[in-house]
Every structure is written in C-alpha cells, then in structure tokens.
C-alpha cells in the first residue's frame, strides 16, 4: 500500500515538476522581454519629462501632440482602445489583445508626458506588459487559460521594472483582475517575470521608488483613531477621483463625439488650466509632486488640482495610467491632514498613499505590500489601518470598469459585479 502510494506521489510530482519548469522558462522569458522594454520606456518617459521641465512652452503644442496621438490610433484601427480596460477584459473572456497597442501605447504616453499631460507611467505599463505576454502566449500557442497566465507575467514584469517594487508587482496582476479571488495559478510565473524585471531594471541603474520616513510614534489607541479618520476621508478622495475621471470620459463623449475634437479641447482646457494654476506641478506623473510632501512641502488644495488634471487628460483621450497619480492625490492628501492635525506628516503622507491607491485599486494586499516596500515594515499597524479602511468604505467604485468585484467587500457572498 504504501509503496503504491510513493509511486502516485513520484507520479503527479513529476508531472507538477515539469508544470514548474514550463513556467519558469516562460516566466523568464516573459521577464526578459518586458523588463527591456519597460526600461526603454522608463528612460523614455523620464526623458520626456526632463525636456518638458527645461521647455515649459512645450506645454503650448499638446493639443497637436493629441491630434497625433488619436491620428496613430486612428491609422492603427484601434480607435476605441480601452487601455487597461481591455487587458483586465481580456484575462475573465479571453478577449485577444492585438501585439500593436504595445506600441501605440508607449509612443502615445511618452508624447503625453513630453508635452504636459497629467497621467502616470504603470498604467501603460500594464497595457505594454499585458499586450506583449498575451503575443506571447498566442506565439507558442498555449491555450486561453494559460494565455491568462502570460497576460498576468507580462503586467508583473512591466510594473516591476518601473517601480522598483517586485513584491507588489507580483501580487497586483493577481488581484486586480477580480476582487475577492487570487489567481494562484499565476503566483511562481508572476514572481519569476517580477524579480527577473527587477534585476533588469537594477543592471539598467533604474532606481527603485523609496521614500523613508524620518520618525514613526509608537502605536497606540489615540495614533490608531487619528490615522482611521485619515483612511475614512481618504476612501472619500478615491471615490472621488474615480467619479471625476468616469464623469470626464462620459461628459467628453457626450458632447464632443468626434475623438479629434475631444483631444483638442482637453488639451486647450489643460493649457489654460495650467497657466490659470501659474505652474506645471500638476503635469506629468507627479513623482517629483510626493517628493515634495514628505518634506512637508505641499500646497493645501493639491490632491484637488491632481485630480481635476488627470480627469482633463485622460478623459479626453490622452494616454497614460492613472496609478502615479492617485499616489500623488493619496500623499498631498495625507500631508494636508497630518499638518492640520499637528500628527506625523509624513507617516500621513505615506499612510494616505497606500488608502487611496487601495481605495481607486481594489487591491487591499497589494497596497499593503506597496506600503512595506516604498517606506519600510515599521509602520506596518498604520498601514494596515490605512488600506483595510480604504478598502472597505471605498465601496464599489474603482479605476477599471472591467474589473470584477467578485465577492461583497461587506459580507461573505458572491456578487459578482463589475466596479463602477
């Protein structure tokens, strides 16, 4: 008997030994090929962003710049692209992502940063990853569940390499897909594609996005109740910010169908607003705007301005992500409570990135690890306070329609739905 037993077990061993070494190869592969082509469009984009910071009247041309950007897409045939929509999209139906919006995304979001629009560089990323990873699957014909796989290693792979946060990265193509569940299937092909872009991206000398908090209080019930309203008002702010960036696209479409002309106002409406504002801080990613507030050097009013930017932009058709920028709204946010409460700033700053970006993500153990990874385990009780609250009081809101809230945030059922 128990011989029998040791030959089924050496049996499905071997079998599962070999699923590993498929995986591994892929995965490699997979992070190989995005991690090079994420670090192209990192230096891409922070070329982008240098040239505009040393020309600011190259702000002026980004509404020719849009009506290029809606030109390529319109020569490539891809003129109702939904971005990371479709990458989500594609993993619950087995929707194809053609090999061509790998491109038309890079070129689309380099020129949105070059010439002043406010959007990030992961949410590209993502759609570069998952654009490439699904080619990938299809080339070496694995069938559509496996397919799903490779979508989730390239995402991995082309956020690990931009953010220096490998961690997170594995976990958040898992989890963003549908709330509620994890793809485990996908777990050792998203970690191999994530650590191998990550070594991609040190051998490249792209630094890591780390922000190290000067002093940390001890925890206690009075620090916890300070840092539950921080999260309550910031699952206030994602909510907000994903009403503003839906209602644009929806208000855009209503009243300029034609795409050219929606590009061409949204990229009027940003000139004025930046020169209204006297200053381009709410242009581009925002990186250089989170730095500012953890040396306590915000503008009250900041995470307001981020969002009516982004809304602008991407809603009118402008490419780019909407992660860096919900960074930037989470931080100048948190900055501004810890200031008017006199309680630790910068561990507000952090603990309001993490509320945010869980509340606009849906990704409650990605934000958590985001937030170990980018300012160290010792906050670790005012993180978990921060992203379990963003979480839950966010309700069903998100940044991706295509998202799929599987089970309910309040009770343990099956709802499946998708965010609003």
């Known amino acids: 008997m128990m011989i029998k037993e040791l030959k089924h077990y050496i049996r499905h061993f071997a079998k599962r030994f070999l699923i590993f070494l498929k995986w591994l190869a892929f995965s490699i592969l997979s992070g190989i090929l995005v991690g090079s082509v994420g670090a192209i469009f990192y230096y891409c984009i922070a070329y982008a962003t240098e040239t505009r910071a040393a020309y600011p009247w190259m702000i002026f041309l980004l509404p020719i710049s849009g009506l290029a950007i809606v030109g390529a897409y319109h020569l490539m ?10 990458v989500l999209s ?19 979001t380099v020129m949105t940063h070059l010439f002043g629009g406010s959007a990030g560089r992961e949410g590209a990323a993502l759609q570069l990853g998952g654009s490439i990873g699904n080619s990938l699957g299809r080339l070496l014909k694995f069938d559509e569940k496996d397919q799903h796989i490779m979508i989730m290693c390239g995402m991995s792979a082309a956020f690990s390499v931009l953010f220096g946060t490998p961690l997170s990265a594995a976990i958040f193509s898992m989890e963003v897909v ?22 991609i991206a040190e051998y490249c000398q792209i630094p890591p996005e780390q922000f190290l908090l000067s002093s940390i ?10 840092i539950a309203i921080l999260a309550i008002l910031c699952a206030i702010v994602s909510t907000l910010f994903c009403i503003a960036l839906h209602t644009a696209e929806a208000l855009y479409k209503k009243h300029l169908p034609n795409p050219y002309l929606r590009i061409l106002a949204g990229g009027i409406l940003l000139i004025l607003l930046t020169l209204l504002v006297g200053n381009q801080d709410y242009n581009g990613s925002g990186i250089a705007g989170i730095a500012r507030c953890f040396e306590n050097d915000y503008v009250p009013y900041a995470f307001l301005l981020k969002i009516i930017f982004t809304a602008v932009t991407l809603g009118a058709g402008f490419k780019g992500g909407e992660i860096v920028p919900s960074f930037f709204i ?31 993500t849906n990704c409650p153990i990605t934000s958590l690890f985001i937030c170990f990874e980018l300012f160290g385990f010792e906050g670790m009780p005012y993180f978990l306070v921060s992203v379990a609250l963003g979480y839950m009081l966010s309700g069903y809101y998100g940044l991706y329609h295509s998202q799929k809230i599987i089970y309910s945030k309040y009770k343990t059922e099956f709802i499946n739905r998708k965010t609003r």
């Open 217 to 226: 209080p001890e925890f206690t019930i009075s620090s916890g109740l300070t």
């Open 178 to 199: 549908s709330v509620g569940i994890m793809h485990y299937a996908a777990l050792v092909p998203c970690v191999v594609s994530s650590l191998i872009a990550k070594e």
């Open 77 to 86: 045939h891809d003129e109702k692209d939904s971005g990371t929509n479709l």
């Open 330 to 360: 989470g931080a100048s946010f948190g900055c501004l409570f810890g200031n008017l409460t006199g309680f630790a700033p910068n561990l507000c700053t952090a603990a309001g990135m993490g509320a945010v970006f869980c509340g606009v």
């Open 90 to 108: 594609a993993i619950h139906s087995g929707e194809h992502i053609p090999l061509r919006m790998a491109p038309l995304i890079f070129i689309s």
